[in-house]
């Protein structure tokens, strides 16, 4: 009867141990936040890379031209969506690199980490709703 105690004994504390599959768990956790954080930081340089790229054909005075010249009653309004979509990509961009910094585990190694990403997290706020205006504005 002892040894099955003794067996049983092992068999919950093993998975406590350093190797076990609660310290895998935790240890993997980790390294999820550190992929979001990745993948957050990759959608950030898309988005800001696409925002400015619209933003750079809709200021060409050449594509306005030929706006106007193809269809003048749509062409300001054109204009004006592919500014918003623009200046939205790039906003959202930030936004998106803020929650990369955000979700990152080793960015809290730091002491001011923790009022950093309280400043980010109420930047990110007043930023949607700064957007929200603008486009609320040409609805």
């Known amino acids: 009867m002892s040894s099955f105690f003794k ?29 979001l954080s990745k993948g957050l930081k990759t959608v950030s340089n ?7 790229g619209i933003g750079s054909v809709v200021n060409n005075p050449l594509v306005q031209a030929g706006a106007m010249a193809i269809a003048p009653e749509l062409a300001p309004e054109l204009i004006v969506g592919g500014k918003l979509l623009s200046k939205g990509l790039q906003e959202g961009s930030k936004i998106a690199g803020k929650a990369s910094n955000l979700t990152n585990p080793d960015s809290y190694k730091k ?7 309280l400043e980010n997290l109420n930047d990110a706020s007043r930023r949607a709703q700064e957007l929200h205006g603008n486009v609320q504005q040409f609805v």
């Open 7 to 35: 067996k049983l004994g092992r068999q919950i504390s093993s998975p406590f141990k350093k190797g076990g599959v609660i310290n895998k768990a935790f240890s993997k956790g980790g390294e999820i936040a550190k992929g």
């Open 46 to 52: 898309i988005a800001g890379t696409i925002g400015k």
């Open 111 to 117: 002491a001011s980490s923790i009022t950093d990403h």
